[in-house]
């Protein structure tokens, strides 16, 4: 048996051993509330698990593991991480649903679990060995961005010099995860390069973490070319609760969250937009020890200026509940809403991953 056979034989036999959900069935008669990335950590207890759920938190795209390792230890990282997370949802069966397609949001709406996809915020667990992506879907990852920050096999990233774009190999990597219907994400990648991508891909990609360039200069920004761009071929942008890609302000700063918000609708449509927080859940203090945990995972991104990433009023687990209530604000024809709350991300995830 080889390596790969046995990884996803040890993956299967996970699966099977998992307890059932409850056997509870709730009604779902709220809107669909869909997260294009966020956090869920392995020390979110049931409580901060259930406010997410009662902000109206239904389903989360999360990122796996550290998306700054090469080569063979990202492999290796990317492998244990799914690992991993499959034992902590059999672990609590009660709280998470993993989701493999997309008819598994509804189970965990009806079961009044959390729906977990799985990121890889890289494309560096690949290799070049295009079966890697054949694996990992096979493993139950249902997408993986092109680039995080800087150069790759695939690609450049917003941090990289120059402006190189999509590569030869990463032409064929779209391939290959449009074969395996895989979503691509093209956060973190530099505007040649999700240019390339969302122009070689044969179906809608995402975008699941940005702002708008035009709303507030940032190099994680997305620009209004290639936001058209990605909103004709079908394409999702979740705006993303992190402060520094939003604005200067410390203070007063939701405001400009909604601002990037109706840029991004005005610009792409109402049917591209979605929300991607790139948030904690947990309600963050700025302490000593939250810095140093802070500096531990960033490494050479983190810069003391930037902090704190969060905004007040969406600092903690029912952020949703604000989210909701501003969007609704904004003044869009009925049933807008709900498109960049939850569905449009559902359409998405129907048209690539099934």
Request: charge should be negative; hydrophobic fraction near 40%.
């Amino acid at each position: 048996m080889d390596r790969r056979q046995f990884i996803l034989s040890g993956a299967a036999l996970s699966a099977a051993m998992a307890v059932a959900p409850g056997t509870a069935a709730r009604a779902t008669a709220r809107p669909l509330t869909f997260d294009a990335m966020g956090e869920v950590r392995f020390e979110y207890d049931a409580a901060l698990i259930g406010q997410m759920r009662a902000s109206g938190l239904d389903a989360i795209t999360v990122t796996l593991c550290d998306p700054k390792t090469y080569e063979g230890q990202a492999y290796d990282e990317a492998v244990q991480a799914v690992l991993d997370h499959d034992a902590h949802i059999a672990k609590h069966p009660e709280l998470f649903l993993k989701a493999t397609k997309t008819s598994d949001i509804d189970l965990a709406r009806k079961n009044g679990q959390l729906a977990l996809f799985y990121l890889f915020q890289n494309s560096t667990q690949f290799g070049r060995d295009l079966d890697n992506v054949d694996l990992f879907r096979k493993l139950g990852v249902t997408s993986a961005q092109i680039t995080y920050n800087d150069q790759n096999w695939a690609g450049a990233g917003c941090k990289e010099l120059g402006a190189n774009g999509l590569t030869h190999f990463g032409r064929d990597l779209v391939g290959r995860m449009n074969e395996q219907r895989m979503l691509i994400d093209l956060s973190h990648s530099n505007m040649q390069t999700m240019a390339d991508t969302i122009t070689a891909s044969k179906v809608p990609v995402i975008v699941s973490h940005t702002a708008c360039m035009a709303v507030h200069s940032n190099v994680r920004n997305t620009t209004d070319a290639n936001l058209r761009l990605l909103a004709d071929k079908g394409g999702v942008a979740g705006i993303c609760q992190m402060r520094p890609f939003l604005t200067t302000k410390r203070d007063d700063a939701l405001p400009e969250y909604f601002r990037h918000i109706d840029h991004a609708v005005k610009v792409m449509g109402a049917d591209h937009v979605a929300i991607g927080s790139d948030r904690d859940h947990r309600v963050v203090e700025m302490t000593d020890a939250y810095v140093a945990e802070l500096k531990a995972e960033e490494g050479a991104n983190f810069n003391a200026d930037d902090w704190p990433l969060f905004i007040n009023e969406l600092n903690g687990p029912r952020r949703m509940e604000v989210v909701w209530d501003g969007v609704r604000k904004l003044g869009y024809p009925s049933g807008t809403a709900e498109k960049i709350m939850g569905t449009n991300l559902r359409r998405i995830y129907q048209d690539v991953i099934g």
